[in-house]
């Protein structure tokens, strides 16, 4: 486990672990066990991250694993407290964003918020609470390694040289990849279906203002599995999470008025604003979503079968279609390229592609449109038509088809044998008291016991 851009877990593996180790918590007998600088490590802090890495299986090597975390914590704080004297800073506001991405993530990879919510027994308001400080601490270490490290460059001929040095038998197998592109449309809803949810939204406003609970009626009624049970709650949420229509109307309310109806790509909403931090607003809303009729689902689908039709006769490119067709509007100006949302790149590995398309993927060849799917996973119901774009195959990695990995990985052993030499200065200038308990701990860096 070393302390430097430790990237190889899985989004659950490190959802998990966080999750642990904050269940842990209660179980611990807390104490001091190390002063770096003005910082402190408590016993709970080893305690919770050993039990939580156990339950994942994972094993240190020569290295007795609590002393390889206490070791990691020293180094955390030491940087923490050198990040103080430097005003190497962390905003709140930074600090809420990673939070949000965290949940973002998690939300995503497990399905839902209901289903985050119902597994780990915790409201994301909780979670997120829980995981304040220690998400503080990683961005300050973060932004210290950065600082520390902000000098490094990189020539094209110490990658090959680096690559060139490597034991060729050794060289990392890299998983195939996937560019997807999409044609959407969403089946239509009628006037009369849209006109009966808003009467419905309508009586929930009215009974609210006779004095029900909006929460009481949120839980009762709201279609938004990840709020519902927290009375609707979504907790501070900066405005570029929002979808546009929602955050217009929410970041204009008063204080526990009701607003009037909003319609989204989700549904209809009622909102109740609780309160607002800086550009961060916590309001309640109930989401109703209308029903889609049968006859409605077949012309969306029979309007893809026409477009695969034109495509697949050659009468229009699949760029042209999903530009001219798609009602995708994060997909339709790049040809229906889907952007993989861990990586920011258009590529995926199979298991990180929505279910419905991955279980497509199967039975699909490059360039072969594939016919009519139902895909649920943005939240409300798409139908689409898919085209695998490019395909690279698990392969050993080599230097002219992954360039980026190698320079990656010289970048890597550069930043951290700086930070091993500013580890080892640091520690002669820093006070360091370390618990009885560690005194014949084999750490790696010799520096921490005086």
Known sequence: MRYIFRKTCTVLTLLLLSILTLNAQDNVVDKIIAVVGNQVVLKSDVEQRFISLKAQGYTSGSVDLKTEIFEDLLIQKLMIAQAAIDSVEVTEQEVEDDLDRKM?????????????????????????????????????????????????????????????????????????????????????????????????????????????????LAVLYSEDPGSARQGGELG??????????????????????????????????????????????????????PKIEEDKRKEATARLDSIADLIRNEKLKFDEAAFYFSADKDTRNNGGLIVNPYTGSSRFEKDNLPPAI????????????????????????????IKIKSETKSHTANLSDDWSIFENMLTNQKQQD??????????????????????????RFKGWQK
């Open 418 to 443: 700086i930070l091993d030499k500013w580890i080892k200065e640091k520690q002669s200038g820093t006070y360091v008291h370390i618990d009885d308990s560690y005194k014949n701990a084999k750490f």
């Open 104 to 216: 973002e993530m998690y939300i995503q990879r497990i399905g839902s918020k209901e289903k985050l919510e119902q597994y780990f027994g915790k409201s994301i308001l909780d979670m997120k609470n829980d995981l304040r400080e220690p998400t503080r601490n990683e961005r300050i270490k973060e932004k210290m390694q950065a600082e520390i490290t902000k000098d490094i460059h990189i020539t094209p001929a110490e990658v090959r040289d680096f690559y060139n040095k490597l034991n060729k038998d050794s060289l990392p197998t890299i998983a195939g990849k996937l560019e997807v592109q999409q044609i959407v449309r969403y089946p239509k809803v009628t006037d009369d279906e849209k006109d009966r949810i808003r009467n419905r939204l309508r009586e929930f406003r009215d009974r609210v203002h006779k004095g029900e609970s909006f929460s009481t």
């Open 236 to 289: 501070y949420t900066p405005r570029s999470s929002l979808v546009p229509e929602f955050a217009n109307v929410a970041f204009n309310l008063k204080t526990d008025k009701v607003s009037k109806i909003v319609e989204t790509e989700y549904g209809f909403h009622i909102i109740q604003f609780i309160d607002r931090k800086g550009e961060r607003i916590n309001v309640r809303h109930i989401l109703l979503k």
């Open 358 to 385: 991955a279980q497509q993927i199967n039975s699909l060849k490059i360039n072969e449109i594939s016919e009519p799917l139902l895909d649920v996973s943005g939240g409300k119901d798409a139908y689409k038509i």
